[in-house]
């Protein structure tokens, strides 16, 4: 009979919810995805059935019974010990903030430098190890600067100009029919009456795609994008460092995607205020993440009464306990 203990981490965002089992050795075993759970993107219900559908995906490729989940982690997760205890697993989760996750991803332990998260929203955060300072993380409409959301409205505003006549000629115009399948650009407004987060940012993937194949007027749109994302971790950075520390900046998030066009600017940046910077491009998936520090830290929980601030809040210290 198998008694192996496994360890569960779910990481939650603003497109996707990231869920992998680990087994004792640290191994994966199984994965699974499911919708936004993120609470400036998500409602209760559907965050709730985000984390479902990515915990069990992962334990049907595991092939395990949820029982033997015995420690679990989450980022994001209001919902995080209802749906554990629904599916069976009687572990009590874990809490880690996007900072912890992100320097995780990047392979660095001590949580000492500046991480810069840009997935469907934005924020930043620093720290000594003692000091602490975050930036942006203020949501779709106050914020999120460089996050893939701006870069998908950016698109397709930048389409809807040129296909006016208004602005540059851009293969977005293109982009923005195949994508959300409508004869003009134009027709995209319908789509798009309310606020839809997660749509606007599925198309920030079509803008990186053009800019790598040349398209001026995207390649501007990303390249602006690192430059607002260099100055939020020079900004973040600047609370916490001095001009000659040495330290890492970790890029963590699909904007990164984008690989040197987004990545330069914020070089370039970071170069002229901290030259001793180095940056980090975190590679690990989030959910491994979260499930590895789960590992380590089984103990950290939510202090009653605390109020956490969603993935992309930017208020780090209110996350991390």
């Known amino acids: 009979m198998n008694n192996e203990e496994y360890t569960l981490g779910v990481d939650g965002g603003g497109s996707k919810t990231d869920a992998v089992i680990l087994d004792a050795r640290g191994s994966v075993v199984g994965t699974g995805l499911g919708g936004a759970s993120n609470a400036h993107f998500a409602g209760r219900r559907a965050t709730a059935a985000s984390f479902r559908r990515a915990i069990r995906a992962a334990i049907k490729q595991a092939a395990i019974d949820p029982a033997r989940i015995t420690r679990a982690g989450c980022t994001f997760g209001t919902v995080a010990a209802e749906v554990l205890a629904e599916l069976g697993i009687p572990a009590v989760p874990a809490w880690f903030g996007e900072s912890a996750v992100a320097f995780e991803r990047a392979g660095i332990e001590e949580p000492r430098g500046v991480t810069l998260v840009a997935g469907t929203g934005s924020?930043?955060?620093?720290?000594?190890?003692?000091?602490?300072?975050?930036?942006g993380g203020w949501g779709a409409l106050l914020g999120d600067e460089?996050?893939?959301?701006?870069?998908?409205?950016?698109?397709?505003?930048?389409?809807?100009?040129?296909?006016?006549?208004?602005?540059?000629?851009?293969?977005?115009?293109?982009?923005?029919?195949?994508?959300?399948?409508?004869?003009?650009?134009?027709?995209v407004i319908g789509k798009l009456r309310v606020l839809k987060q997660a749509l606007t940012a599925g198309f920030a993937p079509e803008v990186s795609k053009a800019a790598q194949e040349g398209d001026a007027v995207a390649r501007e749109i990303i390249e602006s994008a690192g430059a607002e994302l260099g100055q939020l971790a020079a900004f973040a950075a600047?609370?916490?460092?001095?001009?000659?520390?040495?330290?890492p900046v970790v890029l963590a998030g699909g904007v990164f995607g984008a690989g040197e066009l987004v990545i330069e600017p914020i070089r370039r940046i970071l170069r002229e205020r901290f030259p001793n910077a180095r940056i980090v491009v975190a590679t690990m998936r989030p959910g491994e993440a979260v499930a590895r520090l789960t590992m380590r830290h089984p103990e950290r929980r939510r202090k009653p009464g605390r109020h956490y601030h969603s993935d992309h809040s930017g208020r780090e210290g209110d996350r991390e306990e």
């Open 238 to 247: 600047g609370k916490v460092f001095g001009r000659d520390d040495r330290f």
């Open 123 to 135: 924020a930043c955060f620093a720290t000594d190890g003692h000091r602490q300072a975050g930036a």
């Open 146 to 187: 460089g996050s893939a959301y701006s870069i998908g409205l950016a698109g397709i505003r930048r389409a809807l100009l040129a296909d006016e006549g208004r602005g540059a000629p851009t293969v977005l115009v293109e982009s923005v029919c195949r994508y959300f399948d409508v004869p003009t650009p134009r027709w």
